[in-house]
């Protein structure tokens, strides 16, 4: 299986900071790598796919980036909305589909 | 719009069985493979079972291989979950969720949600 790991788990951040989040694959998975942003008592939602096309209808603040092993997801300009955990996905071993253990965006 | 509305969930003792429905509207449900995703109370996000377009082909995570079946119904428009042999660990909130397609193995549409809780 495939394992996900997300870095950090957890992450303080104001508003107008630029915030990276890290995905780490177990083995190479190409570009099949999703994220997903997920607020209290809500579904998931998501923004990024293929590591870095924007969804539609996400804000262009979100921007992905990364292929084979190491991905980020990256929120430039946060704004109060984004405050959320977000979620790695990787697509490669489809359909046997694995998620990173999540980030936790707090606000400082 | 396009939407999924999950039903059937609720309070449910170890080792009993319980069915969920997803229904899809605003899309053409028999054109896309479906999923089940759950999340454990406090935890992060499990796939659960895949099934694609026409019903032909099913996948399920290791942890619930045997005790649960995916089917769906195409001229319904509804995707179900089958859950047997429940066990506390399974008490969880179950999505239903659309695969993208394209060859982007991602979940666009995701339904509000079913919450199981298995206990006695």
């Known amino acids: 299986d495939i394992q996900m790991t997300q870095s950090p788990s957890s992450l303080s951040a104001s508003v107008g900071d630029r915030v990276t989040i890290t995905c780490r694959a177990s083995q190479d998975i190409s570009s099949y790598l999703n994220w997903y942003q997920q607020k209290p008592g809500k579904a998931p939602n998501l923004l990024i796919y293929s590591a870095s096309s924007l969804q539609s209808g996400v804000p262009s603040r979100f921007s992905g980036s990364g292929s084979g092993t190491d991905f980020t997801l990256t929120i430039s300009g946060l704004q109060p909305d984004d405050f959320a955990t977000y979620y790695c996905q990787q697509g490669y071993s489809t359909p046997m589909y694995t998620f990173g253990q999540g980030t936790k965006l707090e606000i400082k | 719009q396009v939407q999924l509305v999950e039903s059937g969930g609720g309070v449910v003792q170890p080792g009993r069985s319980l069915s969920l429905s997803c229904a899809a509207s605003g899309f053409t449900f028999r054109t896309y493979a479906m999923q089940w995703v759950r999340q454990a109370p406090g935890k992060g996000l499990e796939w659960v079972a895949h099934v694609s377009f026409d019903g032909s082909n099913k996948y399920y995570a290791d942890s619930v291989k045997g005790r649960v079946t995916i089917s769906r119904d195409n001229s319904e428009n509804t995707l179900y979950l089958q859950m047997n042999s429940l066990r506390r660990d399974d008490t969880a909130i179950y999505y239903c969720?659309?695969?993208?397609?394209?060859?982007?193995?991602?979940?666009?549409?995701w339904g509000q949600g079913t919450t199981v809780t298995v206990s006695s």
């Open positions: 969720a659309r695969e993208i397609g394209g060859g982007d193995y991602a979940f666009d549409i």
